[in-house]
């Protein structure tokens, strides 16, 4: 018998409501069917009668409240089954075709994306990692049954209110542990079903001082659990967020995930699941920033075009949500594909997309201008995506863990991967083909091998040889070159630096580990433009890899080349195009309502 298993709620947890059926994602329908069935159902976005509509969702966060209505259409949709293995009843089959899912949500709000459902996969999957075949089944039921489930972290340095402060857990003589604590900040915790907690189960320092334990649904045999009260978050304001303490409460042996002391093990596996997927889908609501920055860029003039000044701003914008979308694309593909050796990627993703998105969000508010402040549909998401991005992850804390990752890996990295390592499988760079079903289990936070700068090199040597295809072969071929010059500097240095994890606290280090994760970005652009060879499509020009490796570069302080002007003109009409044909500006072009 489980922790959880056929028992009341816990005490203050709402009633779980029966799954609806999932009608609109039929089962075994692909991913991007059941995106565009998901985007057909919140319908238009800039209707203002739309109750799934920008205006609902903009008022719902002005009030700090919940968009109810638009939950019990999430509900309705099932798409609590898009977080549970397909082994167990569920639809996740690999996290590429989830970010494609949940994005329609997140273009129009990333509170609503993270309160209704996504902070339940990351809370689930260490129990989908570790967790033995009755507790697997057991959180199944939770979520298809219509609950939820929240995660309770431990303390990290330096953190936010979700990251401070953490509970213990204190073995009992006679098997189980006792819980105690208080959290300032948990996601869902007024309404949460089931919380798996990263308790401290041991006084000393070390990497196995934290337990994973579950709590709930049934109220505990002994202590008291009490939901505090809700608290107010600068961003994500529809988004609930209320304090946590827990006293003497006595849990079964059967309660414990994984190991005694595997907590933190457990969070470095499957936390890579949402360094990508966080990622991945919050780019969707700098999508929506930029589809207004057009229409701003566009209005009044003559043949929709929009003035000379902007040019520059929406075509490099652009291109960089290229970039990211190539780098996330790749870094869930690789979780599918290469799960062993997916750990350093996966933080290199969270570590570089938030400087990028918080970069583009400034430059889009140039062009926004006043209209950045307006409260209504067509412009008022501006303002509420600057407050959100902070608080979905993309803040100090998450890149500051990251960054934890990365930096230490940089010595053995430079001595014994770079330029050594063979070129990654071509699939991993193909958005949209078929994976292999992702497996929490065989997710692992070790090993120093590297996916993506053998693709540098590779791609920098393909394209050497082009040169004579034209101006913007030419100017891709030398930016490919300027980063795998970058690669050799970067394996000097990192080389020099101490391999015995003093590295972590070296300001030096860190800069490094800045320029490794640009140079990675660089790799994925040019590893899925190679992808695209031969399918006629806008991502087979090198256009929008000109941009986006240039953009990079320059991050990187290098000297560049202009960009040609006829791969400048080709990204503009593309980003153009797609807006006046109501298409995302992803890797992908998906039809959007409205």
């Known amino acids: ?25 039929a089962g075994g329908a692909a991913e991007p069917d059941r995106a565009a069935r998901l985007e057909a159902a919140l319908g238009d976005p800039f209707d203002p009668a739309n109750p799934h509509g920008y205006l609902a969702l903009l008022r719902a966060d002005e009030a700090r409240e919940i968009p109810e209505a638009t939950e019990a259409l999430l509900a309705g949709a ?6 549970v293995p397909h082994d167990l009843g569920g639809r996740l089959t690999d996290l590429e075709g989830l970010a494609r899912v949940l994005r329609p949500v997140f273009r129009r709000d990333l509170a609503l994306g993270y309160g209704f459902g996504i902070t339940s996969l990351f809370a689930a999957s260490s129990v989908w990692t570790a967790g033995d075949a009755p507790q697997r089944r057991a959180l199944a039921e939770v979520l298809l049954g219509g609950g939820r489930v929240s995660i309770v972290h431990r303390e990290v340095a330096h953190a936010n209110a979700m990251l401070r402060h953490e509970l213990t ?91 005694v002391g595997e907590g933190v093990s457990l969070a470095l596996r499957s936390f890579q699941i949402s360094h990508c997927l966080v990622p991945g889908t919050v780019l969707a609501g700098v999508d929506s920033v930029l589809r207004q920055a057009v229409r701003t860029a566009i209005e009044d003039r003559p043949g929709g075009q929009p003035a000379r000044r902007w040019h520059k701003v929406l075509a490099g914008v652009f291109a960089d949500l290229l970039a990211c979308d190539a780098m996330a694309v790749t870094g869930l593909r690789a979780l599918s594909l290469l799960p062993q050796d997916a750990y350093l ?19 889009l508010a140039t062009v926004l201008g006043a209209r950045g402040y307006d409260r209504g549909p067509l412009y008022g998401g501006f303002q509420k995506l600057a407050r959100d991005l902070p608080v979905a992850g993309l803040g100090h804390s998450g890149t500051a863990v990251c960054q934890a990752v ?36 065989r997710l692992a936070h070790f090993g120093t091998d590297d996916l993506l700068t053998a693709t540098l090199i590779g791609a920098a040597e393909r394209l050497a040889t082009r040169h004579a295809r034209g101006p913007a072969y030419a100017a891709l071929a030398a930016l490919a070159q300027t980063f795998a010059d970058e690669l050799r500097v970067l394996r000097a240095r990192c080389a020099a630096l101490s391999p015995s994890g003093e590295a972590a606290f070296d300001p030096q280090a860190c800069a490094l580990a ?11 652009c040019l590893g899925v433009w190679e992808g695209q060879a031969g399918n006629g499509s806008f991502l087979e020009d090198p256009a ?51």
Request: aromatic share 6%.
């Open 1 to 25: 018998m489980t922790a959880f298993a056929d028992a009341a709620p816990l005490p203050g947890a709402p009633a779980p409501t029966a799954a609806a059926p999932a009608r609109p994602f």
């Open 78 to 83: 099932g798409l609590a089954a898009e977080f």
């Open 169 to 259: 857990a204190a073995p009992q003589p006679g098997g189980g542990f006792l819980l105690g604590g208080r959290k300032e900040a948990v996601i869902n915790a007024d309404r949460a079903d089931v919380f798996v907690t990263y308790a401290r189960t041991a006084a000393d320092d070390g990497p196995r001082t934290h337990s994973v334990l579950l709590l709930g649904p049934e109220p505990p045999a002994s202590g008291e659990v009490r939901r505090l009260a809700r608290v107010e978050t600068p961003g994500m304001r529809g988004a609930r967020f209320s304090g946590l303490e827990i006293t003497d409460v006595s849990l079964p042996g059967s309660a414990l995930v994984g190991s």
């Open 345 to 363: 990627l996966a933080a290199a993703v969270k570590y570089m997309m938030p400087d990028l998105l918080r970069e583009d969000l400034e430059e």
């Open 406 to 441: 990365l930096v230490p890996q940089l010595p053995a990295l430079a001595r014994t991967a770079w330029f050594r390592t063979p070129e990654p499988p071509p699939e991993l760079f193909t958005p949209g083909a078929l994976l292999p079903p992702f497996d929490h289990r």
């Open 514 to 524: 800045d320029r490794y994760a640009l140079v990675l970005a660089a790799a994925a």
């Open 544 to 594: 929008w890899a000109v941009l986006a490796l240039g953009r990079i570069a320059r991050r990187l302080g290098a000297t560049v080349a202009e960009v040609p002007a006829e791969a400048a003109q080709t990204v503009l009409a593309e980003v153009l195009g797609r807006c006046r044909e109501g298409r995302s500006l992803d890797l992908y072009g998906t039809r959007l309502a409205g």
